[in-house]
């Protein structure tokens, strides 16, 4: 490109040093947009539930724009979206799960009255935003019928999510050599993974055939491949998901996948073999379908159906997606584009 497109990048999820495994595929978003030569200035707050953390954040966004400084903002979350209004530049909103879908609470896994408030408020800011991309072809009939959404999932790092052998992945991790080993990922605390699903269905699994379950809670996300490559099969059972990223990961290090039907997983795995999507989520149901892809014994070739989410392809349906926006963008706004950079942007 002979010019470069400058975004400011809203987020209410960024991972912090408190925090350092929060999100990390927006981070990486936003590192491979910048790598492919997208001028990108993240913004990224905590709004906690509370409306004058919003408030504070939208003051300190309205100011940024104010300069002039940006082409558009990519919104990633609906609700931060709202720091965007009332637009004065080109608006670009990622849905990427529970924002759209509504929020499950954290002890009982039922949707909360906050997240359903949150579902109202991403279809009013779908309505507004001049690009809406869902990470999920299921997560456009949360969206009114009037809104044409881009389905573009999240990429994976197929150079950190790579095979390995796994005697050697589980000698760095310390794992023993001569068991099964089944990987659950994800904050076994949060009510939305069921990971109680996950614990019993082992427990059933060990009656007849002997496993161990290995949960990477809190694994810094650049050790999940070694997990990965270490066990013999992922145990996936969330209530909610939009295009779960732990499936598409163990994919590419062809591991097989046990999973309930959630989100765009059957998508994914169905036609798959040594991978299992489960009829329903009774823990007797998933320890069956884990038996069988465990006795079998071998990986899976995953790694070929996930080539196209290489995350220089998604970042390059990101950077179509601004060009198509700011080649139609209407004269007399604030921070109006000439016909000429316009064209550039298109080079």
């Not at 070739?301 to 220089?312: H, I, M, Q, S, Y």
Request: include cysteine; glycine fraction near 6%; charge should be positive.
């Amino acid at each position: 490109m002979s010019a470069t497109i400058r975004i400011l990048m809203i987020t209410s999820e960024w991972p912090t040093a408190s925090h350092p495994q929060t999100t990390p595929f927006i981070k990486r978003q936003a590192d491979f947009l910048m790598a492919a030569g997208i001028d990108v200035d993240v913004f990224h707050f905590k709004g906690r539930k509370n409306p004058f953390n919003y408030l504070r954040a939208w003051r300190q966004v309205q100011r940024r724009l104010k300069s002039g400084s940006y082409d558009l903002v990519h919104a990633q979350f609906g609700q931060s979206a709202l720091l965007a209004l009332p637009k004065r530049i080109p608006l670009v909103v990622t849905f990427r799960g529970s924002d759209l879908l509504g929020q499950l609470g954290d002890k009982d896994g039922q949707p909360t009255h906050r997240g359903k408030i949150l579902q109202r408020v991403c279809r009013m800011v779908a309505l507004h935003a001049d690009a809406v991309v869902v990470v999920a072809e299921h997560m456009k009939r949360y969206l009114h019928p009037s809104v044409q959404a881009h389905v573009i999932p999240s990429g994976i790092d197929l150079d950190l999510f790579r095979c390995m052998p796994q005697e050697e992945a589980r000698r760095q991790l310390g794992l023993p050599l001569n068991q099964r080993l089944v990987l659950f990922v994800g904050r076994s605390e949060w009510a939305g993974k069921r990971f109680e699903i996950s614990r019993q269905a082992v427990e059933i699994l060990n009656r007849t055939l002997p496993a161990k379950l290995i949960v990477a809670g809190s694994v810094p996300h650049k050790e999940i491949p070694l997990y990965m490559n270490a066990c013999d099969a992922l145990v996936f059972t969330s209530a909610q998901e939009g295009s779960p990223n732990v499936i598409k990961e163990a994919l590419a290090c062809n591991l097989p996948v046990v999973s309930v039907s959630v989100g765009d997983v059957a998508l994914r795995i169905s036609e798959i073999e040594g991978c299992e999507l489960c009829a329903d989520d009774r823990p007797e149901t998933v320890a069956a379908s884990l038996e069988r892809v465990l006795r079998r014994g071998q990986r899976i070739a995953g790694r070929e159906t996930v080539k196209n989410l290489d995350e220089r392809f998604i970042t390059q349906q990101v950077i179509d997606t601004y060009k198509s926006i700011l080649i139609r963008q209407p004269a007399g706004e604030r921070r109006q584009l000439t016909v000429d950079r316009s064209l550039e942007l298109l080079r």
